[in-house]
């Protein structure tokens, strides 16, 4: 992916295209496509008890308002010794990360380009302001790392798990869900404004 070396005044010395910003976005849709379609049903066919799962989420960390130390418990008995292992040595530090690492990058290239000063359908901003937007996604990233490891920790650990662990994992899992709502609001914000003016362009030129 490139991202040039940007010889006008965007402030933070890099200049991001639309293909910058196109290409994050399909290897982030292959990256979700990979994991709904292959590591999802993957580890679903490896549950020990897949009846207990209908209905009910497969990955821990999709539960946004967090989970009780019987959940984990009940859920890590369920998905069985191939499933558990398969869980944390495969889909967690492959599967997982490839989709947090393009969202990332997808949600960093998103930010840079609807508020780089030069384009006239973005919002022109201050580097320290651009800089303050790239927290949110960065730390949900770090939180999402976070909470593998944790999540990691306590499927090892099976079928001695530690309350505290749990909990602290169910912690990160809520702190992530909350980044990601904030992220979304952020880049909803972003995107109208650029839609916007970028039709408002377009009905000029046709006047």
Do not use: C
């Amino acid at each position: 992916m490139a991202v040039e070396q940007s010889t006008k005044s965007d402030g933070l010395g890099i200049w991001i295209r639309f293909w910058d910003l196109l290409i994050a976005f399909v290897l982030l849709i292959a990256a979700f496509l990979m994991v709904r379609l292959d590591a999802v049903p993957q580890l679903r066919s490896l549950a020990a008890e897949q009846t207990y799962f209908n209905g009910k989420p497969l990955l821990l960390d999709t539960y946004r308002r967090g989970y009780s130390f019987e959940m984990v418990r009940d859920h890590l008995r369920a998905l069985g010794a191939q499933g558990r292992d398969y869980y944390a040595h495969t889909f967690m530090p492959m599967h997982d990360l490839a989709l947090s690492l393009f969202l990332l990058t997808f949600m960093v290239l998103f930010i840079l380009y609807a508020t780089q000063s030069e384009k006239h359908h973005a919002i022109g901003m201050p580097s320290w302001v651009r800089k303050l937007l790239l927290v949110a996604p960065i730390v949900q990233f770090l939180l999402d790392i976070g909470e593998n490891f944790m999540l990691r920790s306590v499927i090892e650990s099976f079928p001695w798990i530690s309350v505290k662990v749990v909990d602290q994992a169910s912690q990160l899992t809520q702190a992530k869900w909350l980044l990601i709502f904030v992220n979304a609001l952020i880049m909803l914000g972003l995107g109208s404004y650029t839609v916007f003016q970028w039709l408002s362009r377009s009905d000029e030129k046709r006047t």
